[in-house]
């Protein structure tokens, strides 16, 4: 099985050869990789210190609809498939995407998010 450094590695150059623009920011509470393009904005951290969010993990929203990370309807495993997450980035780049967003259901979230537990690449 792939590290987690290795799996986040893996999703940005997938990312950056797609026309994405990544960048590394060290912060107090640990080590975030943000990335945009394509109408999406997005994060993601193999190391945590102190912070809500569990490690491992990529985050992203519409860049219009964009507002924290705990309200971004892409959550997944750093380990998803790379060609499955930059589907769904394309998908919330959209208006239908920012639509979405701003009405945001996260009980349709989690539901959804269990039937993904069989997409991970590992």
Do not use: H
Not at 4 to 19: M, S
Not at 77 to 99: D, V
């Amino acid at each position: 099985m792939k590290s987690k450094n290795t799996a986040l590695q893996d999703v940005l150059w997938f990312l950056k050869n797609r026309g994405f623009e990544t960048y590394l920011d060290l912060q107090d509470d640990g080590r975030w990789v943000f990335f945009q393009g394509r109408g999406t904005y997005g994060a993601a951290t193999t190391a945590f210190i102190r912070t809500p969010f569990p490690e491992g993990f990529i985050y992203a929203d519409n860049a219009e609809a964009f507002d924290k990370i705990g309200s971004c309807p892409i959550r997944c495993s750093i380990f998803t498939k790379p060609s499955l997450l930059y589907s769904r980035l394309l998908y919330w780049g959209t208006k239908e995407g920012y639509e979405k967003s701003n009405r945001f259901d996260y009980d349709e979230l989690l539901n959804e998010e269990d039937r993904r537990k069989e997409e991970i690449d590992v």
